[in-house]
């Protein structure tokens, strides 16, 4: 199911399907998001959670015992969010985990899109309710249409961060698949510099910051908030990154993104 809230600049819809956003459209109709291609790649903006990236060898050890984790990204995205709100400026889901195989752990996650004037935001919080603590990583990885300027072509923009430092995009750029962009300031944009439009989002905070898409850049980019990275270990708790979530223990992550476009 979908849902979206609204106001004279732009249409935010979410979808029940990983409690993700599914739209952002421009009131004269141009849309943001990428559509999710399934030639190309599915997703639009799913939010990575409990982990990020892939598990070493897809498994993980706790108390002795080996629980696969054959999922990149977690699987929070995977499955369907309840709607609890849809008022106003915003759209609110919420998952129940009963704990599982793969993760024994119970948890909530609920997450609430939020529109105001040229601004969107996600805000995800993950509480522990479990009797153990329990490792969480979550990250961000909206995907965002390119170009977005008319008569524009790819290599018209660049990834402009706070930091001064720019990454021109050009069709090569992702032949090695993603990579990240650390100590870069407070944001990250892809701009069009020749217009001076742009899609910011927020990185601060995070612990780290992919760019990603396909070998060619076939019509989108990703700039992904991460709160959490890849690692070597078979111990969760050892991920680069991550957070103990004692029980009853709550934690809230921001993805906002700033559209001056």
Request: charged letters at 15%; proline letters at 8%; glycine letters at 10%.
């Amino acid at each position: 199911m979908e849902y979206t809230v609204k106001n004279s600049d732009l249409a935010l819809t979410a979808q029940t399907h990983g409690g993700s956003l599914h739209a952002i459209t421009k009131s004269d109709g141009q849309e943001l998001l990428w559509g999710g291609d399934p030639a190309v790649w599915p997703s639009r903006a799913p939010v990575c959670f409990p982990w990020c990236g892939n598990v070493q060898d897809g498994w993980y050890e706790l108390a002795g015992q080996r629980h696969p984790a054959p999922t990149r990204h977690g699987f929070a995205r995977d499955v369907d969010h309840a709607l609890v709100d849809q008022s106003g400026d915003a759209i609110t889901f919420r998952m129940d985990h009963p704990g599982h195989q793969t993760w024994p752990w119970p948890f909530t996650l609920q997450t609430v899109h939020r529109l105001s004037g040229h601004r969107v935001q996600t805000i995800c919080t993950a509480t522990n309710r479990a009797q153990t603590p329990m490792p969480v990583q979550l990250g961000f990885h909206p995907a965002f249409r390119v170009p977005f300027v008319e008569d524009s072509g790819l290599t018209d923009y660049v990834f402009r961060f706070q930091s001064g430092k720019v990454i021109p995009l050009e069709p090569h750029l992702f032949d090695n698949d993603s990579f990240p962009v650390d100590n870069t300031g407070d944001w990250c944009r892809l701009e069009h510099p020749a217009s001076g439009r742009y899609i910011q989002v927020s990185t601060q905070g995070f612990f780290t910051t992919l760019l990603w898409s396909k070998p060619g850049v076939p019509g989108f980019v990703c700039i992904e908030p991460w709160d959490g990275f890849v690692g070597e270990s078979h111990d969760l708790f050892a991920r680069p990154g991550a957070t103990a979530l004692a029980p009853g223990q709550s934690k809230t992550w921001t993805l906002t993104v700033d559209l001056e476009v």
